[in-house]
């Protein structure tokens, strides 16, 4: 089909924007584990190794901690890292060196030095790999004063959000949901390139407004197509960026729409969620016609069987559900 | 008075070897048909090839002693009298499973076995055999706990941080690095400085020794030595057995990192063959033998995939249930 040719996956445009920022910036590199001879655990990182050799395309021994506090020292020193954890899981290893140095060495130097890291990693559920290797844990990023959080849920953001976080003078971690690796759509353009803190609407309505981000967004997208089928005119606004939020963003849309459910594959207790809805009842209190609803999943570790992973996960029928008595429809 | 503990190196002893190598590799090769036709999801990592290390280190085990593993540890739920049924069960996801069906192939667990599982972050185990084994110390009991990992968990701040723990607190551990050579797609050589790995405990003043891995009959006879030695002197020691994966990482790797070349030299050592030629040599095993070994593992192997076939899965009403002790979050 001709049609397939002019695809690219959000693996590719990953991959593209990788190799776009490693050609263009000598200080640029990429290590993490597996991420050359082995291709990328998820197959992101293919090839660049053969393009760009050992010295940029840097296998590490299985060491998070040790690794990500290299990139935070060599970002220090002059280099632009991209650190890749090949999931939020294993993120947890390094914990230590993103919140305790990555997070704090500007504001504890007085200002004195920056740490332009860039930290990428696949996050979240659905491949039916258990409960050490599917959390969404961004909520805990996105916590940390000194941090950058980015979800592109888009196969344009996968493109072109690298070369912003690359730009930006602090360390932004970005999430890649795992979901996301095969989505397909037509080869991004530079105006497609959009802010780096800025939400966006990848779909504008009257009724109410779907909030969300990274690997919930095309389920949420399905949800609106159908509830555009039952008379609902659903908005759905793409966070983007975790951290900072973009208050703006999600204050104009409540008052435009005046109802609002937030769907977030986090646990709901503690949740991004909570905090959006925190912020909406703050902010636009008075332009609510309903609570804010929130579509989470369910609080237990994800389980290995299809049947009980899927009920963990926020799907389009339970956001449908949420939407149409939120509308009144239910 | 503490004479090593020999390896029983008669003849039905090890033909039981033999047999329980072989019970591992035709189930993993079951499972590995199995997950082709999506019948087992997810990760699945093969543990063909390694089989003499499991094996071998059961023997010198006793029931109250304790295992923690990998993702790689069908092999050594298996050894570890772990019943078949259960484990294939865990493999669908059924509720008959040794975890309930929760876990899958990485996370394998057994209370009655003292099995504490399948550990799925690289490392993530060796803190836990440090506290099980620091549990039976204060409480005076005289048991061991043995811990199986890879040689790529080396490299992680947990090993090395366990290791100083159960050497400075002389804790009854048995550290098994299973060193296949490779982490995913990450040679030794590319992640090492010190590539013997063994060594590595010297350090910590742990008693170690490196093994053949592929030579089943060497891995129990150290394996004996190490647990004489952890049972007398009380502190823990440390076991390099040196082997090689023959299969892929796990399903998703297309092994651009490594030759079919090396593959095949491995191969002709693996500890199935080895032991079978070696049997053979000696007139000590018969093709009819044999044929009713392979005979008998087929059996249940099959049976196993018959049960877990007709196993339920867990009702998505008790999804909740076990996020707390006693009851539903
Ligand atoms: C902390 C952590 N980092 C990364 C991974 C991903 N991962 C799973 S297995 C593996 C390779 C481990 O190699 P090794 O310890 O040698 O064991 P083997 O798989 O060869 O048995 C990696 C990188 C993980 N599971 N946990």
Known sequence: MAADTETISYREAVRLALQEALRSDSRVFLMGEDVGHYGGCYAVSKGLLDEFGEQRVRDTPLSESGFVGAGVGAALGGMRPIVEVMTVNFSLLALDQIVNNAATIRHMSGGQFSVPLVIRMATGAGKQLAAQHSHSLECWYAHVP??????????????YMLALALEDPDPVVIFEHVMLYNELAPPPVESDRLPMDKATLRRSGNDLTLITYGGS??????????????????????????????????VASVARTHRVVIIDEGWRTGSLAGEISAIIMEQAFWELDAPVVRVCSKEVPIPYPEHLEQAVLPQPEDIVNAAKQLAGLA | MTQPDKPHINRSHLIKLLQEMIRIRRFEERCAELYTQQKIRGFLHLYIGEEAIAVGCNQALEPEDALLCTYREHGHALARGLSMAAVMAEMYGKQSGCS?????????????????????????????????????????????????????????????????????WKLPVLFICENNLYAMGTALSLSESEQDIYRKAEGYK????????????????????????????????????????????SMFDSQLYRDKAEIETW???????????????????????????????????????????????????????????GGSS
Not at chain 2, 118 to 142: E, F, T, Y
Not at chain 2, 212 to 237: K, L, Q, W
Request: contains cysteine.
């Open chain 2, 206 to 249: 742990i008693p170690s020794l490196a093994v053949d891995g592929m030579n089943v009959v060497a891995v129990e006879e150290a394996a004996r030595n190490a647990c004489t030695s952890i049972r007398t002197a009380g502190g823990p020691f440390f076991l390099e057995c040196r082997t090689y994966r023959f299969r892929a990482h």
């Open chain 2, 267 to 325: 191969r002709e050592k693996g500890p199935i063959v080895q032991l079978t030629n070696w049997l053979r040599d000696y007139h000590q095993l018969q093709d009819p033998e044999l044929a009713e070994i392979e005979q008998v593992v087929e059996d249940e192997v099959e049976a196993a995939v018959v049960t877990a076939e007709n196993a339920d899965f867990e009702k998505v009403a008790t999804l909740t249930r076990d996020v707390y002790t």
């Open chain 1, 146 to 159: 000194g941090l950058k959080v980015l979800a592109p849920a888009t196969i344009a953001d996968a493109r």
């Open chain 1, 217 to 250: 967004l095309p389920k949420v997208l399905q949800a609106a197509e159908q509830l555009s089928q039952s008379g609902i005119d659903a908005e759905v606004l793409d966070l983007r960026c975790l951290r900072p939020l973009d208050t703006t963003a999600i």
């Open chain 2, 100 to 168: 309930g069906g929760r876990g899958g192939s990485m996370h394998l667990f057994d209370n009655s076995k003292r099995f504490y599982g399948g550990n799925a972050i690289v490392a993530g185990g060796l803190p836990l055999a440090v506290g099980l084994a620091l549990a039976d110390k204060m409480q005076q009991r005289n048991r061991i706990t043995a811990c199986f990992f890879g040689e790529g968990a080396a490299a992680e701040g947990e090993f090395h941080e366990s290791l100083n723990l159960a050497a400075l």
